[in-house]
């Protein structure tokens, strides 16, 4: 006789989505590991009493965000969900919103001002020759400008993530590179007559010189100025909107 499953069954049969909450739950109270089988298609039909149309449609999610995968003569098994992949779904559209993407630039902010421990921890003097040369050829090619020209922006920025030596960062960092197109397209034309509050437009080569001789605390200082102009553009629109509802 077949083992019954402990899942408690829905009420409303046509909800897929209900029935995706129910397997999940049912992975997470069972303490489910990567690698363990989930019970077939037909055992949670039965269970949940919806067809296995419905089972199948819901497990069919999970396996479309990394959860679930099948294997040959193991039939279902959880497995490791890779969590950049979805973004980068999506991302690939080019259909973010200007909003949406005004979000992330402010997510790149954080990032950008919360890793240099880590910078500090794992540079190498490769990582550092490299900077220097990213920063030597921008030197060449963009004299006398408070605004940095896309290629060189994320050649240095992309190099810093990658110092990091976080594999998740370093591929968040790749989802982020449609931002530096928006903010030069809808942010920099400010940056030219910003009036810093240092009196000192900061550099790439002024935070390669705090990479190389300062400390973490130095290295935020200079990273917060360089920074400054879509800090201080944020903060105003924030507070002339509102905390929640401010639009660019």
């Not at 909003?99 to 950008?112: A, G, M, S, V």
Request: proline content about 3%; charged content about 30%.
């Amino acid at each position: 006789m077949q083992k019954k499953i402990k899942i408690s069954p829905i009420e409303n049969l046509s909800l897929v989505d209900e029935v995706e909450i129910r397997i999940t739950k049912f992975i997470k109270d069972n303490n489910l590991k990567i690698g363990d089988s989930i019970p077939k298609e037909l055992e949670f039909a039965e269970a949940l009493g919806v067809s296995r149309t419905v089972v199948r449609e819901a497990i069919l999610r999970l396996r479309t965000i990394g959860i679930i995968e099948s294997r040959k003569h193991k039939g279902m098994v959880i497995t490791h969900p890779d969590i950049i992949q979805n973004f980068e779904k999506v991302l690939g559209t080019n259909l973010l919103g200007h909003q949406t993407l005004h979000d992330i630039f402010e997510l790149r902010l954080i990032l950008e001002m919360g890793m240099a421990d880590l910078l500090f921890a794992r540079k190498t003097d490769e990582d550092i020759e490299e900077l220097e040369r990213i920063v030597s050829n921008e030197e060449k090619n963009n004299h006398n400008s408070t605004i940095f020209t896309l290629d060189f922006e994320v050649a240095f920025h992309s190099k810093l993530y990658m110092i990091s030596n976080n594999l998740t960062l370093q591929r968040f960092q790749d989802l982020l590179l449609p931002v530096f197109g928006y903010v030069h397209a809808n942010m920099l034309p400010d940056a030219e007559k910003f009036e810093y509050s240092s009196g000192k437009f900061v550099t790439h080569r002024d935070l390669l010189t705090q990479l190389k001789e300062g400390n973490p605390e130095s290295f935020r200082k200079a990273m917060r100025q360089h920074l400054e102009p879509h800090f201080e553009r944020i903060l105003k629109l924030i507070k002339k909107e509102g905390h929640n509802n401010y639009k660019i």
